[in-house]
């Protein structure tokens, strides 16, 4: 929001309503600490871009590299306490580079020169204290420059803060839950099948198989006899990495889950004012739809009566599930230890057994350290084509226009004309195998095929990609991402990673692909253009992705349980 803010506050506040100079004070005051490069190289200096509100200079402005006005956490500042001053004596600030004896920084800094120079023309900064601002008509430069400027080179860092408080005791409650088959409704799935420690969090299946199936992974089965799966789980598993961020404020790959008091629930859900109250935040929230999904985990009409209650409606489900909970001994007292209002196996309900859940996945999936995270924190270099990719994606490739912020992710919705396989996302008034994506959220026309911007922390951990999983590798989906409509023709069955099921369940894998018409809506809703990248610059890519792989990735914090207190076996 600080892009937003100088625009609101330092332009149309100093151009329109007064006339003084447009003014930045940090921290709190309208003097800079004097810096030296020393101190910067070690990431102690000032981080935000100043602007003195006061005509005459006393100090240095802190810069960026590339010459951004982000107000958050720079990698580098451009600063030399001994700079030469570039305009004259009145000017509104003097600015410097800083010094550096890497080359590739050198040829940086020597670049933003003239960038500055741009800066003190744009401003009229140099001409006098007592001269006034540019005239109202010549806004729209300034506006235009600043939009320029904010388009960042870099994400913002993320710390331990940023992510939503969890209490440890309902955390560890939640790993257990997390790993018990209790909950569902035949007791023979986890969230973890789905989502597991040795696979990063998913299951890295392009579909996954749900309830019914065996195994864990690319060893999953569909199950046997009366068991066996009905239908693959019709998208692709995503990851739970940093889902706790503060800033997620869209989960599913359609965005069928936002914060909204539009129910009085706190959520914009499925279940709409029938999901209860009480939940601690999104991904609490989150945790209770997989447990009412046919094909997920709640199981085939008439196998239990989890799933015959969903078929009236889904919060009639809810409390079947929390009543299994609460009949095990060892739960409640659990639950008695982490929650200050359950005194007795009765207390236990849905949102208890979500916000356990919420606690665990927003503790235990948390990801900033990976080597672009040091990069940023403290200047750590990348390896060359790492680095490379990363001016690759924030430039030329044009990758941050969507993979923006702190989570590289805009929490938006984009249209790639992915290759389309699987038993689709059907809808009672629309039965084709088909999934439309956002459009089956909105039911607005213009949404159809959009699906939400993925995180990118551990992304080289976390495939296959896109929301049906359509590309085994990195370089499939980059690709993709460079001419959509050329790889959708030169896409291959083989690509995906489907486990073999029952022959009825298979033939449904690829049928929406003999619907002429479908797949000629589907070609022509592209919302990203074309770019021309050589095969080198695509590894340069790659090897920015894996830059993003946290070091500590599969040591987590809790881990997977040796056992539950339901006493089934843990995957």
Known sequence: MGFFNLIWRHLFHDFFLTDRRIGVASNGTQDIPHVSAGQVGRGHAQSNLVIPSHAALRARMPFHRAAQIPFKRALVILLNPKSK?????????????????????KLISAGEVPRLH?????????????????????????????????????ADLITANDYVAAD?????????????????????????????HDLAGTDGLSLGIGEGGMGLGTKRTAGMGQDAIRKRVPRNAPALWNLGHKDVRVVFHDGRLTPSDLFGNGFNSPAEEWLPQGLD?????????????????????????????????????????????????????LFKTAFDDVETAGD?????????????ITTEWRSF???????????????????????????KANCSSCHSGALLSDQSFHALALPAFGPGRTRKFDPIPRDVGRMGETNVLEDAYRFRTPMLRNVALTGPYGHNGAYPTLEGMIRHHLNPAAALQGWTKDLAQLPNVPEKVQQIDFVI????????????????????????????????????????????????????????PVD
């Open 281 to 333: 935040n999104i991904v609490a929230a989150q945790s209770l739809f997989p447990l009412t999904a046919q094909f997920e985990m709640a199981g085939n009409l008439g196998e239990n009566d989890v799933t015959h209650a969903t078929q009236i409606r889904i919060d009639r489900a809810w409390p079947l599930i929390a009543d299994r909970v609460s009949e095990i001994e060892k739960y409640v007292f």
């Open 168 to 196: 440890p005791l309902q955390a560890q409650l939640g790993q257990l839950l997390f790993y018990d088959k209790v909950l569902s409704g035949n007791k023979n799935i986890a969230c973890a099948t789905c989502h597991h």
């Open 513 to 568: 692909q003999s619907d002429r018409r479908e797949m000629a809506r589907q070609a022509s809703k592209i919302d990203i253009t074309p770019i021309d990248l050589s095969d080198a610059e695509v590894d340069q890519l790659v090897a920015f992705m894996h830059a993003l792989t946290d070091k500590n990735h599969d040591m987590r914090p809790m881990g997977k349980p040796l056992a539950v207190p339901s006493g089934i």
């Open 118 to 154: 741009r800066v003190a023309r744009l401003f009229q900064f140099g001409m006098g204290g007592g001269r006034k601002q540019a005239k109202r008509k010549n806004i729209l430069p300034h506006i235009a420059f600043l939009v320029g400027l904010g388009t960042t080179a870099q």
């Open 369 to 395: 350290d990976t080597p672009y995270d040091a990069f940023l924190r403290d200047g750590t270099p990348l390896p060359a084509q790492a680095e490379a990719g990363r001016a690759l994606f924030f430039g």
């Open 348 to 360: 236990i309900d849905i949102t208890h057994i979500g916000n356990a859940l919420g606690a665990f």
């Open 85 to 105: 001053r570039i305009h004259h004596a009145d000017q509104f600030f003097g600015v410097g580079i800083a010094r550096t004896r890497r080359w590739p920084e």
